[in-house]
């Protein structure tokens, strides 16, 4: 079954940028100060090491049952049995995605302009992301998305949105007052010194900037894998 989900605070890892040994850790610490979902992006390791990483990834997750998605990779979403799958604009299209994932597993879909999140809502995804939204140092090759178009966007797709690029604390409540579902973080969490105080101290900005008929995010409900 497909769970309901809090994208309240979207943690995406990045090894490059972290201040912990391991991904995992961050991830723990991250999920300490209240981040709701984790998606795996790991660019530059090799499969195997993405795997190692996914499997240690998807137990911390577990055990505190918030979803795993996995950025790009199918194979390896369906190799750990993650929660899902987050593709962008020049990977599979999501209607492939979708096919082999199945119904009940999660699928997000990078969305920077009004007729690619309306192709992904009709592709069948459950979420977008929208952006990127600031100048970030996690993916140069982005266009930028206005503040108009994630409204645009907002007025025409009842899909939960996530916007991501340059999210942190001080914008938080900027995007919250749009009425997105979510802020996708980076570099704002997992290369801070402390990532749990970091993560806690943008989700309470993003809460406090929420319209009223935001307040109440649903609850989580996700059967630990077998």
Do not use: W
């Amino acid at each position: 079954m497909k769970p309901n989900v809090d994208y309240t605070l979207y943690l995406v890892t990045d090894s490059a940028l972290m201040t912990t040994a391991t991904v995992e850790e961050s991830v723990e610490l991250a999920i300490r100060g209240g981040a709701t979902l984790v998606q795996l992006r790991e660019k530059t390791a090799s499969s195997r090491e993405c795997y190692a990483t996914a499997l240690a990834v998807c137990a911390v997750c577990r055990r505190h049952r918030v979803p795993l998605i996995i950025n790009d990779r199918v194979d390896l979403a369906l190799a750990v049995d993650a929660d899902g799958v987050h593709i962008g604009q020049s990977d599979l299209p999501a209607q492939v995605v979708r096919r082999l994932i199945g119904p009940d597993k999660l699928l997000g879909v990078s969305a920077g302009t009004l007729p690619q999140a309306l192709a992904a809502v009709e592709a069948g995804a459950d979420y977008l992301g929208i952006g990127a939204m600031c100048a970030t140092g996690t993916k140069t090759d982005a266009s930028l998305t206005s503040m108009a178009t994630l409204s645009e966007i907002r007025a025409a797709v009842s899909l939960p949105l996530v916007v991501i690029g340059g999210v942190n604390r001080e914008n938080a409540c900027e995007f919250a007052r749009v009425g997105v579902d979510g802020l996708a973080v980076v570099s704002a969490i997992v290369a801070q010194r402390d990532i749990t105080a970091a993560a806690r101290e943008i989700k309470a900005a993003f809460l406090g900037g929420r319209p009223a008929q935001f307040l109440s995010p649903p609850k989580l409900e996700i059967a630990p894998s077998m």
